[in-house]
């Protein structure tokens, strides 16, 4: 194989995968209808192999986890209409963390225009939109608690204590 063939294959693979990162914008995260998982800095890396089988990772927010299916699917359903397209995986990790900071310019424009000042977005907190109620302990019924583990065992349950009992407690996320 020629310096020349190789080169044209990474060009066509990075163009390939620009494509594909385009097809992302149109994929939202359901509770921010006005942004897409690209312009919410969701999305971590796409990658396609020369079988045509893709491979999306993606950083969940502080959405539910409900909200991750759905993007999910939506993620999957997108780029199988891409030409080309064998398979898609789309996995979520937790490493790097999602932080408000990986929102793009554009989304924090967006964000505006949906009624969130890019100022209230504090560095690496989750959106004021997405700050739960006070969670009540099942134990003592306080409402005094913490969330010890943002993603918990599962990337759908989170741990808290109780800051009057001590104990602590799993709970699912809820939209
Ligand atoms: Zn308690």
């Given at each position: 194989?020629?310096?020349?063939?190789?080169?044209?294959?990474?060009?066509?693979?990075?163009?390939?995968?620009?494509?594909?990162?385009?097809?992302?914008?149109d994929v939202v995260d359901p509770e921010i209808p006005a942004v897409s998982v690209v312009e919410m800095g969701?999305?971590?890396?796409?990658?396609?192999?020369?079988?045509?089988r893709v491979m999306?990772?993606?950083l969940p927010t502080f959405s539910g986890c409900p909200a991750l299916d759905?993007?999910?699917?939506?993620?999957?359903?997108?780029?199988?209409?891409?030409?080309?397209?064998a398979s898609v995986d789309v996995r979520f990790v937790f490493d790097p963390i999602w932080s408000t900071d990986r929102?793009?310019?554009?989304?924090?424009?967006?964000?505006?225009?949906?009624?969130?000042?890019?100022?209230?977005?504090?560095?690496?907190?989750?959106?004021?939109?997405?700050?739960?109620?006070p969670v009540a302990c099942p134990f003592c019924g306080s409402t005094r608690t913490a969330m010890?583990?943002?993603?918990?065992?599962?990337?759908?349950?989170s741990l808290y204590r109780c800051l009057d009992c001590r104990n602590p407690f799993e709970r699912f996320k809820a939209l």
């Open positions: 194989m020629s310096d020349m063939t190789t080169e044209t294959s990474q060009q066509d693979k990075q163009e390939r995968r620009d494509s594909l990162w385009r097809a992302l914008q969701m999305v971590n890396r796409v990658d396609v192999d020369d079988d045509g999306v990772e993606i759905v993007i999910g699917q939506h993620v999957r359903e997108r780029i199988a209409r891409e030409p080309g397209v929102i793009t310019a554009e989304g924090k424009e967006k964000l505006k225009g949906f009624g969130i000042a890019p100022a209230t977005l504090a560095r690496g907190k989750p959106l004021p939109m997405l700050q739960r109620e010890d583990n943002l993603f918990g065992p599962t990337p759908c349950r």
